[in-house]
């Protein structure tokens, strides 16, 4: 039996929504509507630990990814290289 290999972005929730949404111009205003409402998107995800660990892993600077801001993300990393 032939068992086919799915990649894990084929079952993340953000695949029906708008890409837009998930690179706010700001974080301020207007913009912390939008995080809001991809972070809530990342929130029912089955897949965001993939995610965020492919962004970390990538270098992904800018959007939101694994339910994780630009500046969250940079804080994890900077975690990570004290650790």
């Known amino acids: ?3 086919v290999i799915v990649d894990w972005r ?3 929730a953000c695949r029906e929504e708008d ?3 998930f690179f706010p111009v700001s974080e ?4 912390a509507r939008q ?6 998107v990342c929130a029912r995800c089955p897949v965001r630990a993939e995610c965020l660990e492919y962004a970390l892993e990538n ?3 800018h959007g939101i990814f694994g339910g994780l801001t630009e500046e ?3 804080q994890v990393r900077s ?4 650790a």
């Open 1 to 3: 039996m032939k068992r």
């Open 10 to 12: 084929h079952r993340a």
């Open 19 to 21: 890409p837009e949404l």
């Open 28 to 31: 301020l205003g207007p913009g």
């Open 35 to 40: 995080v809001a409402q991809a972070k809530s």
């Open 59 to 61: 270098g992904l600077d």
């Open 72 to 74: 969250e993300r940079r």
């Open 79 to 82: 975690r990570q290289n004290v």
